[in-house]
């Protein structure tokens, strides 16, 4: 079974800068693509980053490309998602998700998400 547990959300001033973190357990999950979504109220999901399993192949949604940066830890089993440049249209509830590849991230498993409040 998968489980994947947010951290790091907060209110933040336009400009600043924060840095999600997502715990992953689960034997499946460690082979996985993890990545990032997001939803505003109102918007639908939206795809932050992806990242496979070597780190090797990363992809950024076109609205944070240049601003965030996906990372992960294998050996702690943790992904990381650095938002820098932050604006107040990045205000969002951010959400953890693994899959076999990125492409299958937003049929994947999700984590409860962390809220993002990004003020002007």
Do not use: H
Request: charge should be positive.
């Amino acid at each position: 079974q998968v489980q994947l547990v947010e951290s790091g959300g907060g209110l933040v001033q336009a400009g600043g800068s924060l840095r999600l973190s997502c715990v992953y357990s689960g034997r499946a999950v460690r082979n996985y693509a993890m990545g990032w979504f997001r939803q505003a109220p109102g918007k639908e999901r939206e795809f932050v980053a992806g990242i496979n399993i070597r780190g090797d192949i990363i992809e950024y949604g076109d609205s944070v490309k240049g601003r965030f940066t996906i990372s992960r830890d294998n050996a702690k089993n943790s992904v990381y998602l650095q938002m820098n440049s932050l604006k107040p249209e990045d205000t969002a509830v951010y959400y953890c998700t693994a899959a076999p590849f990125i492409r299958e991230l937003f049929g994947g498993s999700w984590g409860q998400g962390t809220q993002v409040t990004v003020s002007s």
